[in-house]
């Protein structure tokens, strides 16, 4: 290949991957955080077993939520109501407290030192910190 | 810098406070299930739930109920609970007050509660009503037909633990349960019964990758009409597993008394398959002295009809071998003793 087909072939890999971003979903927390969690911790701190970080949810179940909760505690949406509906009729446990969307998670993230979110990786700004994305 | 401190410590105290209900705020949340079930076999007159209710045709008061929990936030880290849960026993519909209680948040890692409770006896003792957490109709009868009590008032204390791989809970309780029903099967019909002195310890670890294990023992002392004074032990070791596709549950319980010591255990195995979950549970129930047991295999078919409402269909098979009268039979006169029978049970779980 020359040096044309090179640049042209990864400029066609970036783009793609580019494409693929968008639909990622990244696990945030603020830039001050001081521990990195991993991704069976944030899991724990998103069933309200882990609480040294305090979990910002995403209010209505979109295809955001869904990848999250699929990915990180393999639960869709009826199995994550049946693992809460578990806690709240014993007194163990409340659902974390939700935000309307996206930038609603963005802005209370980057405003708290101890927030921990997830978003679709388009939105994401300098004002938090990456910890991993979900492809 | 020392600003940054003093903000990050009003951050951690703040999020301390949000976990539990901020003052004034409240939630409301509920949970039901409308099922029919039938009890058939050799001689159907003589089928008898779990609640001591006759089942000689299909009935919708076995299974079916309606719970509803109202949540306050009455200071800073205490909340005031109550759950009330609309049910049949014996066969009279009431409303019982399941929970009431006060919970006072220490800190992320201990909550102590007083008022009216459930004693965590049995791995789904506390969320023996909401079918939403489990996957069965019909919780497996050989087990569950062995609780001592399903409320009790007194005091209670949640301590979870972080370690390296997962979370540690351990719960203790002390109570009582005064001016009880229970059913005798023996006897056909209710007893009073007091329970004094409960004690209930259990630890549970979630691990991450392989379920969690949990451990319970319980210890009180009855009084019961007719019985006299006497104490009662009940231990229970239980697992559970789901991975989003495989889901696992199996426990063993033991109860001693005076009265008799009794050993039953299920295991129960099912996997997703999109919205549904077929799944089939094995459980056996032996009591020291009798050469017969009850044993039965149950076979269910789960469909998650929206996220908030599961459709469920239960078939088990109930036998009891040698004379053993199981949880079926009501009266040790009748002529055949041992019950080989057939439960149907239909319905939904939901919760809102």
Known sequence: MNSFMHRTFAIAMLSLSATLVQAEVAVIVNPSAANAPSQAEVANIFLGKDKSLSGVDQKDWNPTKDKFYTSVANKNESQLKSYWSGLIFTGKGQPLPSVGDDTAVLAKVAAEADAIGYVDSSVVTDQVKVLFTLP | ?352
């Open chain 2, 1 to 352: 810098m020392n600003k940054r401190n003093l903000l990050g410590l009003a951050v951690c105290l703040a999020s301390t406070s949000a976990m539990a209900l901020e003052p004034g705020d409240y939630r409301f949340n509920g949970f039901g299930t409308a099922a029919i079930t039938h009890l058939g076999g050799a001689g159907d007159a003589k089928g008898y739930g779990i609640q001591g209710q006759t089942t000689d045709a299909w009935r919708g008061d076995q299974l079916s109920k309606l719970g509803g929990q109202l949540s306050y936030g009455v200071a800073d880290r205490l909340s005031a609970t109550i759950q009330t849960v609309a049910k049949a026993e014996q066969d009279q519909w009431g409303l019982e007050v399941e929970w009431a209680y006060l919970a006072y948040q220490l800190n992320n890692q201990v909550t102590l509660r007083a008022g009216r409770l459930r004693p965590g006896a049995f791995m789904f003792s506390e969320t023996l009503d909401v079918g939403y957490a489990y996957p069965w109709l019909r919780l497996p009868d050989e087990v569950y037909s062995q609780m001592p009590v399903s409320n009790y008032e007194g005091v209670d204390a949640l301590y979870s633990l972080p370690v390296s791989v997962g979370t540690l809970n351990f719960q203790v309780s002390y109570g009582q349960a005064t001016d009880r029903e229970v059913f005798i099967h023996g006897l056909d019909g209710p007893l009073d019964v007091d329970f004094k002195e409960v004690v209930t310890g259990s630890v549970s670890l979630a691990t991450m990758n392989l379920g969690t294990l949990r451990y319970s023992y319980t210890e009180s002392d009855l009084n019961l009409e007719l019985f006299g004074k006497f104490k009662g032990k009940f231990e229970s070791v239980g697992h559970q597993y789901d991975n989003g596709s495989w889901l696992t549950n199996a426990e063993a319980i033991k109860r001693q008394s005076p009265l008799g010591t009794i050993e039953s255990f299920y295991l129960m195995a099912g996997h997703r398959f999109g919205d549904y979950l077929p799944h089939v549970t094995y459980a056996q129930w032996d009591e020291k002295g009798e050469p017969g047991r009850q044993s039965s295999w149950a076979y269910g078919l789960n469909y998650s009809l929206t996220p908030s409402v599961t459709l469920k269909g239960e078939y088990k098979r109930v036998e009891s071998t040698r004379g053993f009268s199981g949880g079926f039979v009501p009266d040790f006169s009748v002529a055949d003793r041992t019950f080989d029978g057939d439960i149907i049970s239909i319905g939904a779980d939901f919760i809102f």
